[in-house]
């Protein structure tokens, strides 16, 4: 299985971004994607999750309002919008996958199997 984050750069605050996340190796769509960030000398954080088995999605407290998961489930690609961004949104961006549980979603990392590279996102005037 394969993950390849793509759309991550620099914007200032209030902008916005998308980020996408390629999936390879799953034969269908019986699989998790999340969406995780990490700030230079923080832990790990989890933002939001797609299970693609039954289109059910989670995500944390910190984001909801302001950041949104969708798929393109025949592509295998999972997307993160994100608008009204903020210099502490400022981190390495990351999607990961899991095998997939009906109707669980989870955000919490060491969950999950699979992890992309990871895609910079900086925010700052």
């Known amino acids: 299985v394969q993950l390849v984050e793509s759309g991550g750069g620099f914007v200032q605050p209030g902008g916005s971004l998308r980020l996408s996340c390629k999936v390879s190796?799953?034969?269908?769509?019986?699989?998790?994607v999340g969406w995780f960030r990490q700030a230079p000398g923080k832990k790990r954080e989890g933002l939001s999750c797609?299970?693609?088995?039954?289109?059910?999605?989670y995500s944390a407290d910190s984001v909801k309002g302001r950041f949104a998961i969708s798929a393109a489930n025949t592509e295998h690609t999972v997307f993160l919008e994100m608008n009204g961004l903020r210099p502490e949104d400022t981190a390495v961006y990351y999607c990961?996958?899991?095998?997939?549980?009906?109707?669980?979603?989870?955000?919490?990392?060491?969950?999950?199997?699979?992890w992309g590279q990871g895609a910079q996102v900086t925010i700052s005037s």
């Open positions: 990961a996958a899991r095998d997939s549980v009906a109707y669980y979603y989870t955000i919490l990392p060491y969950e999950y199997t699979y």
């Open positions: 190796g799953f034969t269908d769509n019986k699989f998790t």
């Open positions: 797609l299970n693609l088995s039954d289109g059910g999605t």
